[in-house]
């Protein structure tokens, strides 16, 4: 039996002690729909079985088949309270759940997470779980992010079924159902609006062990003395305590502000009401061993660190939505996050997205065909999933951005979808197409540009804030620490790591650094790690090689900030 992963609580901003974590061995049978043939495993739960962590590894799910998992759990009558929930963290892609061979429900959408109710299902002592799972990759027109049966190059290893943490917990019927936290810098005050079906509950925000502000109401608009902002510099955070006549959740909030301001020349993106230079690194979240789901807890935090020693202050988190404890530990440690949506629709056509952008070939996103979105139910499955990510990351103290879309894949709508998105959220800051294919001054608050192959430039007289997010991508091949001894790529392959940080210096104080005077509010250098055949990240696939000195680092990012 595998050591069990991820069993810290997985909802740190809603947090409850009625908790049981479902990680671990579970049965596992992958057949043909039907079932035609079927192989029977064990399976480390929440690894996918694509991957090496979920001790399978040796197979690839395809459109026609399915996997089928099970496992028994208990249920104590002290644990059973008025209503039973079952938690997934995420599950690639389609499911249906059973419990004690009854239905509980079933689901649709790779990287959300979901529940069901269970109250009835469920008995004290032995209870089952039976979760069928299908999954049609890129075959399909759902958000899959970089997921592709013939993976290679920018594509990687596709896997399916449990991904994130699966859970139980029992709660009593007036139950802290979700919050809303919404600082208020400005005016030194928080808004929390609390979901429950309960007439009687308290709030209590907390610094450190000390009270320091409470009320009783549902929508509570509570003054917070002597604020201490949040910043990447100085991550200061509230606890807050909510209680019913029968529940009691723990969640916390930063006090910090995210805008767009003028500094006499340019507009910037401001923190906290000043000007602030985003220096950060596109983040894909892919482990050699777990691909989408990190290796456990501790991985997330050094990986973050590192970043964060080197002296980055952002991460963009690419076409994924991570696991929430990952948020939490950006919040904590203190890193910034764009939150890029995950991209899906038609097939990506390279010719359309990555060879006439260089040309300068422009399009209308509301005519469809050409960026691969006629399907309806594939557009509207999109912004639905839109409208979930934006509720579920709502009270993310580091999300300072969203980005829409990705160099024209999935694109479709921008202008509309901008507007919805500012609805829905009015307090982050919006890339609507990063890349290209932008629709114009009105549809964006960003120019987003990309620049791997060109010398970095601006645009001269753009009205936006100017933003390179995405830029570099120097790569080393480090021996012994790569996927495919014979298979590389990356846009600029050095030679030795004297190289690569002669190079990198080059690129940052000739290039990068002038433009800040020319009205460049952010840079996103590609990228975190190394991924499968990309061998473009400051580490390696594996985590073990740091391919530039910390140090080197340090003191060029230091110089990324206004003057």
Same mark, same amino acid.
């Not at 209870?127 to 399909?140: K, R, S």
């Not at 596109?282 to 807890?297: A, F, I, R």
């Given at each position: 039996?595998?050591?069990?992963?991820?069993?810290?609580?997985?909802?740190?901003?809603?947090?409850?002690? @009625?908790?049981?974590?479902? #990680?671990?061995?579970?049965?596992?049978?992958?057949?043909?729909?039907?079932?035609?043939?079927?192989?029977?495993?064990?399976? #480390?739960?929440?690894?996918?079985?694509?991957?090496?962590?979920?001790?399978?590894?040796?197979?690839?799910?395809?459109?026609?088949?399915?996997?089928?998992?099970?496992? +028994?759990?208990?249920? @104590?009558?002290?644990?059973?309270?008025?209503?039973?929930?079952?938690?997934?963290? *995420?599950?690639?892609?389609?499911?249906?759940?059973?419990?004690?061979?009854? +239905?509980?429900?079933?689901?649709?959408?790779?990287?959300?997470?979901?529940?069901?109710?269970?109250?009835?299902?469920?008995?004290?002592?032995?209870?089952?779980?039976?979760?069928?799972?299908?999954?049609?990759?890129?075959?399909?027109?759902?958000?899959?992010?970089?997921? /592709?049966?013939?993976?290679?190059?920018?594509?990687?290893?596709?896997?399916?079924?449990?991904?994130?943490?699966?859970?139980?917990?029992?709660?009593?019927?007036?139950?802290?159902?979700?919050?809303?936290?919404?600082?208020?810098?400005?005016?030194?005050?928080?808004?929390?609006?609390?979901?429950?079906?309960?007439?009687?509950?308290?709030?209590?925000?907390?610094?450190?062990? /000390?009270?320091? *502000?409470?009320?009783?109401?549902?929508? *509570?608009?509570?003054?917070?003395?002597?604020?201490?902002?949040?910043?990447?510099?100085? =991550?200061?955070?509230?606890?807050?305590?909510?209680?019913?006549?029968?529940? *009691?959740?723990?969640?916390?909030?930063?006090?910090?502000?995210?805008?767009?301001?003028?500094?006499?020349?340019?507009?910037?993106?401001?923190?906290?009401?000043?000007?602030?230079?985003?220096?950060?690194?596109?983040?894909?979240?892919?482990?050699?061993?777990?691909?989408?789901?990190? =290796?456990?807890?501790? @991985?997330?935090?050094? +990986?973050?660190?590192?970043? /964060?020693?080197?002296?980055?202050?952002?991460?963009?988190?690419?076409?994924?939505?991570?696991?929430?404890?990952?948020?939490?530990?950006?919040?904590?440690?203190?890193?910034?996050?764009?939150?890029?949506?995950?991209?899906?629709?038609? =097939?990506?056509?390279?010719?359309?997205?990555?060879?006439?952008?260089?040309?300068?070939?422009?399009?209308?996103?509301?005519?469809?065909?050409?960026?691969?979105?006629?399907?309806?139910?594939?557009?509207?499955?999109?912004?639905?999933?839109?409208?979930?990510? &934006? #509720?579920?990351?709502?009270?993310? &103290?580091?999300?300072?951005?969203?980005?829409?879309?990705?160099?024209?894949?999935?694109?479709?709508?921008?202008?509309?979808?901008?507007?919805?998105?500012?609805?829905?959220?009015?307090?982050?800051?919006?890339?609507?197409?990063?890349?290209?294919?932008?629709?114009?001054?009105?549809?964006?608050?960003?120019?987003?540009?990309?620049?791997?192959?060109?010398?970095?430039?601006?645009?001269?007289?753009?009205?936006?804030?100017?933003?390179?997010?995405?830029?570099?991508?120097?790569?080393?091949?480090?021996?012994?620490?790569?996927?495919?001894?014979?298979?590389?790529?990356?846009?600029?392959?050095?030679?030795?790591?004297?190289?690569?940080?002669?190079?990198?210096?080059?690129?940052?104080? /000739?290039?990068?650094?002038?433009?800040?005077?020319?009205?460049?509010?952010?840079?996103?250098?590609?990228?975190?790690?190394?991924?499968?055949?990309?061998?473009?990240?400051?580490?390696?696939?594996?985590?073990? &090689?740091?391919?530039?000195?910390?140090?080197?680092?340090?003191?060029?990012?230091?110089?990324?900030?206004?003057?």
């Amino acid at each position: 039996m595998k050591i069990i992963s991820h069993t810290e609580y997985p909802r740190p901003q809603l947090e409850r002690i @009625s908790y049981i974590n479902l #990680n671990g061995e579970w049965d596992l049978s992958h057949s043909k729909q039907g079932p035609v043939t079927k192989t029977n495993y064990k399976i #480390n739960v929440p690894f996918s079985p694509e991957t090496s962590a979920s001790g399978i590894g040796n197979f690839i799910l395809q459109p026609n088949e399915e996997l089928i998992y099970k496992r +028994e759990f208990d249920l @104590s009558s002290e644990f059973i309270k008025e209503i039973t929930l079952l938690h997934f963290g *995420a599950v690639d892609y389609a499911c249906v759940c059973y419990i004690n061979k009854k +239905e509980a429900g079933s689901h649709k959408g790779g990287f959300l997470p979901f529940q069901f109710d269970i109250t009835r299902l469920i008995q004290i002592g032995k209870n089952e779980i039976q979760l069928i799972v299908t999954d049609p990759t890129d075959t399909g027109t759902q958000s899959r992010g970089k997921q /592709k049966l013939k993976r290679g190059g920018i594509w990687y290893t596709p896997q399916s079924g449990i991904w994130q943490t699966v859970w139980l917990e029992s709660v009593s019927k007036d139950y802290v159902k979700d919050l809303k936290i919404t600082p208020n810098i400005d005016t030194e005050s928080v808004e929390i609006i609390v979901d429950t079906e309960s007439s009687a509950i308290t709030i209590q925000i907390l610094d450190g062990e /000390k009270i320091i *502000a409470e009320s009783s109401k549902q929508n *509570a608009n509570i003054k917070i003395p002597n604020m201490q902002l949040w910043s990447p510099d100085d =991550p200061k955070l509230y606890s807050v305590l909510i209680k019913t006549p029968g529940d *009691a959740v723990k969640s916390y909030f930063g006090m910090r502000k995210f805008s767009i301001g003028f500094d006499g020349k340019f507009k910037r993106l401001f923190l906290n009401n000043k000007p602030y230079f985003h220096n950060g690194l596109l983040d894909q979240g892919y482990w050699s061993e777990g691909l989408l789901t990190p =290796p456990d807890d501790e @991985s997330m935090v050094k +990986e973050i660190k590192l970043m /964060k020693e080197m002296g980055f202050n952002m991460l963009r988190k690419h076409i994924k939505i991570e696991p929430l404890r990952w948020y939490y530990h950006c919040d904590r440690l203190g890193i910034l996050v764009w939150q890029d949506f995950v991209c899906g629709g038609g =097939p990506y056509e390279a010719w359309k997205v990555a060879y006439l952008p260089f040309i300068g070939w422009k399009t209308n996103d509301t005519k469809y065909k050409f960026l691969n979105r006629t399907d309806e139910s594939g557009r509207n499955e999109f912004i639905s999933e839109m409208n979930k990510t &934006v #509720n579920l990351l709502k009270n993310t &103290v580091s999300l300072s951005v969203w980005v829409l879309f990705n160099e024209g894949w999935g694109q479709f709508d921008s202008i509309k979808l901008t507007s919805e998105l500012k609805k829905l959220d009015n307090t982050r800051t919006i890339d609507s197409v990063s890349g290209w294919y932008d629709q114009g001054k009105d549809s964006s608050d960003l120019k987003s540009l990309h620049l791997y192959y060109q010398k970095l430039k601006v645009p001269k007289n753009e009205k936006r804030v100017i933003v390179l997010s995405e830029f570099g991508g120097y790569s080393l091949k480090t021996d012994g620490h790569v996927y495919d001894e014979n298979k590389l790529f990356g846009y600029k392959i050095l030679p030795n790591k004297e190289s690569l940080e002669k190079e990198y210096r080059n690129l940052i104080e /000739k290039e990068l650094i002038p433009l800040i005077d020319k009205g460049l509010s952010a840079s996103i250098y590609t990228q975190v790690s190394d991924v499968e055949e990309e061998i473009n990240g400051i580490v390696t696939f594996d985590r073990k &090689v740091v391919k530039f000195d910390i140090d080197f680092m340090r003191k060029l990012n230091s110089k990324l900030v206004y003057r």
